[in-house]
Nanobody, 121 residues
Framework: QVQLVESGGGLVQAGGSLRLSCAAS????????MTWYRQAPGQQRELVAR???????IYADSVKGRFTISRDNAKNTGYLQMNSLKPEDTAVYYC???????????????WGQGTQVTVSS
């Protein structure tokens, strides 16, 4: 079994910062990619940032220069540092991981439960 647990969400004023964490646990051999998505009320889920093997990163245009994705391979944990937050960043943020499991072939996909980020104006 594999679980992804997000933490770090909360309420912050515009211009503030938050750091989200996504801890993966279970029989994990390696994490190929970790992606943060967000979904605001009445909106579709959208990609925020992605980090893949070799630490290549991809960002949505709306967060470039403000958000930074990173990961600690030894801890199987990913992070999303969010600075200069805006009210339009308010959403539930979800972590997604594509990983290889011990004793199993192939690549598996897992989602976290989501964490609420609310930015007040």
């Amino acid at each position: 079994q594999v679980q992804l647990v997000e933490s770090g969400g909360g309420l912050v004023q515009a211009g503030g910062s938050l750091r989200l964490s996504c801890a993966a646990s279970g029989n994990i051999a390696s994490i190929n990619a970790m992606t943060w998505y967000r979904q605001a009320p009445g909106q579709q889920r959208e990609l925020v940032a992605r980090i893949i093997s070799g630490d290549t990163t991809i960002y949505a245009d709306s967060v470039k220069g403000r958000f930074t994705i990173s990961r600690d391979n030894a801890k199987n944990t990913g992070y999303l540092q969010m600075n200069s937050l805006k009210p339009e960043d308010t959403a539930v943020y979800y972590c997604h991981a594509e990983l290889r499991r011990l004793y199993y072939s192939g690549t598996y996909s897992y989602w976290g439960q989501g964490t609420q980020v609310t930015v007040s104006s």
